[in-house]
């Protein structure tokens, strides 16, 4: 059995008076320990897959197919068990520390309310707990910082408590969506190495949102290409550069800036990202798509194995990518 089994998933939101799809079939698997990235543009579903997942779906939204955790759907369970399930099995770390942390309630009251109401834990235990997490994630004085309101840590700082949060109570999977991008350069990338260090020496499974393709290639074992709604292309993190085959994904390898200084312009994909709400006959991408003939305009394309990859393009066994 597969940690996360993901089935023909879709989702529908409320717009208006209509419903419209904005997810489209999305299959695929996370097993125990592994990592999968999940790139594309803004708009492509990302977070809304990455939300299902924990249960956390829009109010006015449906969702459809199946997503399962160790064999139990997500969907079946209740409210009691959804709050466990979330505190004690699936670890979320989002975007912007700021805006999951009230800003009225100290650190420490905020890093062991969830063990202590939900989990049965003694207050003395959550918060020796709370200091050996602190100190894991590489904050000095965790003592102290258990009394600091969140308005006194810097970003950096936020996401290590965050990140800490998480860390209570031994999850098996890691939900991690854009978690360094609201971060300055420099802490970027020790907040994404402490990350990839605590994921690895804890065995957690993780699924990483992130528009940085590079990024998600260092810290993933497979990469998950998005496009309005869809998974594109599905491959191992090592071939990503040199063996994808959707022309979106050499689209963004190519939309990447480059620093190996053969060319230093942000060269950005032509015409805008499509949602999944936008409705086309055959492949969503054909509109900026430099190979789509008649056949991408009428018919969806749908994932099929080639080598290693799993893609979506009905040109993609013909298409011959110098990667040179
Ligand atoms: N609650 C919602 N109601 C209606 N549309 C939504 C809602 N949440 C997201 N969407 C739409 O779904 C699409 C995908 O959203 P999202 O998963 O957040 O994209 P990403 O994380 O890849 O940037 C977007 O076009 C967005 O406008
Ligand atoms: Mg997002």
């Known amino acids: 059995m597969s940690l996360v089994e993901i089935e023909s998933f879709t989702l529908d939101v409320q717009v208006v008076e209509a419903s419209a799809r904005v997810i489209h079939e999305v299959s695929f698997k996370l097993e125990a320990g592994q990592s999968i990235g999940i790139v594309g543009e803004s708009g492509s579903g990302k977070s809304l897959t990455l939300r299902a997942i924990a249960g956390l779906s829009p109010e006015n939204s449906v969702v459809g197919g199946k997503i399962s955790f160790q064999g139990e759907e997500v969907s079946a369970m209740d409210r009691e068990r959804l709050m466990q399930y979330r505190s004690s099995q699936v670890a979320m770390i989002f975007q912007d520390p700021r805006s999951a942390i009230n800003p009225v309630r100290k650190v420490g009251d905020f890093l062991t309310e969830n063990v202590v109401t939900n989990l049965g834990w003694s207050k003395s235990d ?9 100190t894991e994630v590489g904050i000095s004085n965790p003592e102290k910082q258990l009394k600091a309101f969140p308005s006194e840590l810097s970003g950096g700082m936020l996401q290590r408590v965050m990140i800490a949060s998480n860390l209570l109570c031994q999850p098996d999977l890691l939900l991690a969506d854009e978690p360094t991008t609201a971060l300055d350069v420099t802490t970027q990338s020790s907040v994404m190495a402490l990350i990839d260090q605590l994921r690895l020496s804890r065995g957690m499974a993780m699924i990483f949102v992130s528009h940085n393709l590079e990024l998600a290639t260092a810290v993933c074992d497979k990469i998950l290409v998005m496009y309005a709604g869809r998974i594109v292309e599905l491959l191992p993190a090592e071939n990503l550069r040199e063996k994808s085959r959707h ?12 620093l190996d200084g053969r060319q230093n312009r942000l060269n950005a994909i032509p015409g805008q990202p ?7 006959q055959g492949c969503t991408f054909a509109a900026r798509c430099a190979f789509a003939q008649d056949i991408c305009r009428s018919e969806v394309p749908v994932l099929r194995k080639i080598q290693e990859s799993d893609v979506a393009c009905h040109r993609a066994d013909e298409i011959d990518w110098d990667v040179s």
Do not use: F, M, N, Q
């Open 126 to 134: 959550a918060k020796t707990k709370a200091i050996e997490v602190l």
């Open 247 to 258: 022309p979106y994904t050499r689209a963004l390898l190519d939309a990447r800036p480059r």
């Open 274 to 280: 499509a949602s999944g709400l936008e409705w086309t």
